[in-house]
């Protein structure tokens, strides 16, 4: 069996990964997002292909176009930006073993 973590890091670039962190609520009740927070993170991102989006909410199906594997942390709503191309997390699937993070991502505009 093909050890996954290892092929992601032979495949894998350097990436920015941008995470809003924190956010509240002001005086007026009106939510406040929090600040972004940026790191360089390894990851590969490849084209989706059908078959990897069955386990994958409808709504998403239709804007998920590209895949990305990591060994960081990657959580829904982030930002991962490469070779001056932005997509946003749009789903990710929980690993329990394996040490690396899989999220489908959708091209920003």
Known sequence: MIDVAIAIDGESVNVTR???VGG???EDGDWVEGAPVTATIRAA???????QLMDVPEGV????????????DID??????????SYRVL???PR???GFYRAALGRLA
């Open 91 to 93: 789903f990710t699937w």
């Open 24 to 26: 509240d609520h002001n």
């Open 96 to 98: 329990a073993e394996g």
């Open 45 to 51: 991102i490849q084209p989706v292909k059908g078959h």
């Open 61 to 72: 199906r239709t804007e998920a176009g590209w895949m990305c594997w990591s060994r960081s």
């Open 76 to 85: 829904d709503d982030d930002t991962i930006t490469a070779s001056g191309v």
């Open 18 to 20: 941008t995470r809003l």
